[in-house]
């Protein structure tokens, strides 16, 4: 069963800015493009997925139950890293200077014991090497996490662009 | 008087195109030009099928999809008499757009200007103060939603602006023999399109698809130097290079020597698969590692083998792509992923799995290509490629596999220009204002290009 942000239990002020401290930290090392302890913020079990979302005429906006833009495990996450550390990954050559801004945090417990559900409404900026332009993504970011040690794992990223038309060359970089 | 009537931009293009390809070359304009744009919408784009959808998309009457065809949106809508049809998104009273969706199911459309009621067989069935306006003497069957001429080939549907086009058989002139690689088992397709704009040219994404087996070691290398390739780079260049003459239709098979047949293909789609082939393509068929297919002019179908973790065992994903021109350099491409209908829950997860890390926006072989194809259409547009031409002499001397089973011409290896000659005379031919009639008035003027004799 998906949780119900709105009615389930929020979490408490001290571990509202723990959680708020490591998300910062996330988009930190991300931006720094520092991948390898990035990964290690994520659980072997991750599901890190960006839906497709729908117009439809007879439901509204539809999160896509199957379809996505990037479906991936801990796995391809690394391959994805590995990819771009060959130095033959050519859209990110030369590589993407990102900025993800993570506001608007709202944690709640659950869906697990051991888990905080956290959303955020998060805004990346992409710029590229000599070019001019700057591509923007506004998404709607919903994550599971789970206590490890006195930090989390990222077990599921839900990644919802608002977009259902990708105001991208490609979506080469990580959400 | 005589009057003299300056040559266009575009005839004087078109003349250096003819003259080029003569020479198995390819005048860079073509890749991104203005001129060539104004001219290809109105004699390739109306005049050639183009896809639409996959009748899985729309199974229940009344459903519907919004679609480009040829630049113009259609909704194609399975009406409540069961029948597919494709209605162009324009109402005929002023023109506004009828609906807003991607899609959805609906009995009626109704504008949202002055309210005219269509019903999803595209009927006018509702016209707002028909007595006080109109005395009640319009006349309703007078206008319908404008319709495009629909064709479908094993569930995929097709449209044309052209209403005397000839039907879809005639034009995939069979191509159908190899389409049949992505379309069998019964397939469906898994959850709605990608879709996303690029500044590529359309041409650039339909040559590529033709069967560019030449850039995948180099343009992918990543995926030799993570071991995701089942072949290695010295053994990528096999196979064949099919395509139908005059048409503009071609496939690339990449074979590699000793593989087992249908790899990684589980056993029971194998076994539904070797029930519906015939011999010929089951000989074929068993043998390609992977097949990259162009319906012209801009439909690819691609099946490739993919493990997802290097050195694991993998799966076989097929996608159709669509490389919808928004106008020269630019396009809006669409992708599917195409599963087979009897496959349980988790192959067909894990088939669309595979295709969204290696194709769409975010996928590892596709960014890679359109990152090159951004470049190669911006840089057709500037004026040091003027007066470039590129070369498509590879496979001149290629050797025609006469006793090839398939329809068609196939010559060897798999990397090979003549399926790329092959497009580009057959696309010349269309902005030439002559559209392929029928093969055996011409003749074979270079492997790959036939011209009225």
């Known amino acids: 069963m998906p949780l119900d942000l709105a009615t389930a239990q929020p979490v408490d002020e001290s571990t509202l800015r723990d959680v708020e401290r490591f998300l910062f930290r996330e988009a930190e090392l991300v931006d720094d493009r520092n991948f390898e302890p990035w990964l290690d913020l994520f659980a072997d079990d991750l599901d890190y997925r960006g839906p497709i979302r729908v117009w439809r005429g007879d439901s509204g906006y539809q999160i896509d139950p199957v379809a996505c833009y990037f479906s991936d495990t801990k796995q391809t996450l690394r391959i994805r890293v590995q990819r771009i550390a060959t130095g033959l990954a050519w859209a990110e050559s030369p590589p993407s200077v990102t900025r993800h801004f993570v506001s608007n945090l709202r944690v709640v417990e659950g869906p697990d014991a051991d888990q905080r559900t956290a959303r955020a409404n998060v805004l990346i900026t992409r710029s590229r090497g000599p070019s001019q332009l700057q591509e923007t993504f506004a998404l709607d970011r919903i994550d599971t996490l789970r206590r490890a040690g006195d930090s989390f794992h990222i077990v599921r990223r839900l990644a919802i662009l608002d977009s259902s038309m990708p105001s991208a060359q490609n979506l080469a970089i990580f959400f | ?453």
């Open chain 2, 1 to 453: 008087m005589l009057s003299v009537t300056p040559e266009s931009r575009a005839e004087q293009l078109l003349r250096k195109g003819r003259a080029a390809l003569d020479n198995a070359r390819i005048p860079a304009p073509f890749y991104n030009n203005p001129a060539v744009w104004e001219l290809e919408r109105e004699r390739v784009f109306g005049r050639a099928w183009t896809f639409l959808a996959h009748e899985s998309e729309i199974p229940n009457r009344g459903d519907y999809v919004v679609r480009p065809l040829a630049g113009s949106p259609v909704i194609v809508a399975r009406g409540d008499d069961g029948e597919v049809r494709a209605m162009f998104n324009i109402c005929p009273h002023r023109g506004n757009q009828i609906c807003r969706d991607e899609s959805g199911n609906a009995p009626r459309f109704k504008c949202s200007y002055h309210g005219w009621v269509y019903n999803n067989k595209g009927d006018l069935v509702g016209v707002p103060q028909m007595r006080e306006g109109y005395n009640g003497q319009l006349d309703k069957a007078d206008w319908p939603l404008r319709e495009a001429k629909t064709g479908s080939y094993k569930g995929l549907i097709f449209g044309a602006l052209d209403p005397a086009i000839p039907n879809l058989e005639d034009y995939l002139a069979g191509f159908q023999f190899y389409m049949d690689i992505y379309l069998t088992p019964d397939m469906e397709v898994y959850g709605p399109p990608n879709r996303w704009i690029i500044d590529v040219d359309w041409k650039v994404q339909s040559e590529n698809s033709a069967g560019d087996g030449y850039h995948t070691p180099i343009t992918h290398e990543f995926g030799f130097s993570l071991g995701y390739y089942p072949s290695s780079a010295a053994t990528q260049s096999q196979g064949w290079a099919v395509h139908i003459p005059g048409r503009g239709h071609s496939i690339g098979m990449g074979r590699t020597p000793g593989m087992d047949p249908f790899f990684w293909y589980p056993p029971e789609i194998v076994d539904a698969m070797a029930a519906e082939f015939t011999p010929e393509q089951y000989s074929i068929f068993k043998e390609a590692r992977v097949s990259v297919g162009l319906v012209f002019p801009n439909m690819s179908l691609l099946c490739q083998p993919l493990s997802r973790i290097p050195n694991e065992a993998g799966t076989r994903f097929s996608t159709i792509r669509l490389f919808n021109p928004l106008r020269n350099g630019r396009i809006e491409t669409w992708t599917w992923c195409l599963v087979p209908k009897s496959a349980s829950a988790e192959y067909r997860d894990e088939v669309y799995r595979a295709h969204v890390l290696a194709f769409g926006p975010s996928g590892l072989f596709e960014q890679d290509d359109s990152e090159n194809f951004i470049h190669v259409t911006r840089l057709a547009g500037t004026p040091a490629a003027e007066d470039m031409e590129f070369p498509l002499e590879m496979g001149l001397n290629a050797k025609i596999e006469e006793d090839f089973a398939g329809p068609g011409v196939c010559v060897t290896p798999y990397i090979n220009d003549t399926s790329f000659r092959n497009f580009w005379a057959t696309y010349l031919n269309y902005l030439s204002d002559d559209p392929p009639t029928s093969a055996s008035e011409h003749t074979v003027c270079l492997p790959g290009i036939l011209r009225a004799s």
